[in-house]
């Protein structure tokens, strides 16, 4: 579906290029677009290889662990429905503890992981449970500690202080996490505990 999207666009734009005789003013424009995308991927790449070196430190020093010894109280909390110790709680702290230190990527598969182990405890199989509609809104509006993506963005786009994002990337990420376990609290109680 997104190519056909993106083919349409492209054909679109040559099309108005064409008619309005501007195919060299597309042609240029598509050649400078590339060399930015080029130049950002770059720094990018530069960007993420840091913090991610950074993050494997405090993986091994065991920052992460207790990182996760914190969530572990507030997830049984949450999630009084999973057992503490099931494969579904430990994916869950996994996933939310990778998505706080800013690594998006490795959260996506301990985030699908729970969902799977959620869809085992599930009774009825064909209706999302509580717990993985509640996971889904926490995975999905993360609190965010370090958001590296955006701090690498910010740094290879040449901003003076990529860093001065992070106070107001936590305090918005909380609000927002806050307001989505809210509504779902509210709806479950709304519907009696119904999914």
Do not use: H
């Not at 042609?27 to 060399?35: N, P, R, V």
């Not at 992460?64 to 579904?88: G, N, W």
């Amino acid at each position: 579906m997104i190519n056909k999207l993106w083919f349409y666009m492209i054909v679109i734009a040559v099309a108005f290029a064409a008619t309005g005789k501007k195919l060299e003013v597309l042609t240029e424009e598509m050649f400078s677009s590339l060399s930015a995308a080029v130049e950002l991927g770059i720094g990018l790449l530069g960007g993420m290889m840091l913090w991610c070196g950074i993050l494997k430190v405090a993986e091994k020093s065991g920052l992460v662990d207790k990182i996760s010894d914190f969530i572990r109280p507030l997830m049984k909390l949450l999630f009084r429905e999973i057992p503490s110790k099931s494969a579904a709680m430990g994916a869950m702290i996994m996933n939310i503890t990778s998505n706080m230190l800013g690594l998006g990527n490795a959260a996506t598969p301990m985030g699908l992981k729970a969902m799977q182990e959620l869809q085992r405890l599930n009774p009825k199989k064909d209706t999302a449970s509580n717990a993985m509609c509640l996971f889904l809104v926490v995975n999905a509006a993360p609190i965010q500690l370090l958001p590296a993506t955006v701090l690498s963005l910010r740094a290879s786009s040449g901003s003076v202080n990529p860093g001065i994002i992070i106070i107001p990337a936590v305090i918005s990420s909380f609000a927002a996490v806050s307001a989505g376990v809210i509504a779902c609290k509210l709806l479950e109680k709304t519907n009696g505990g119904r999914r």
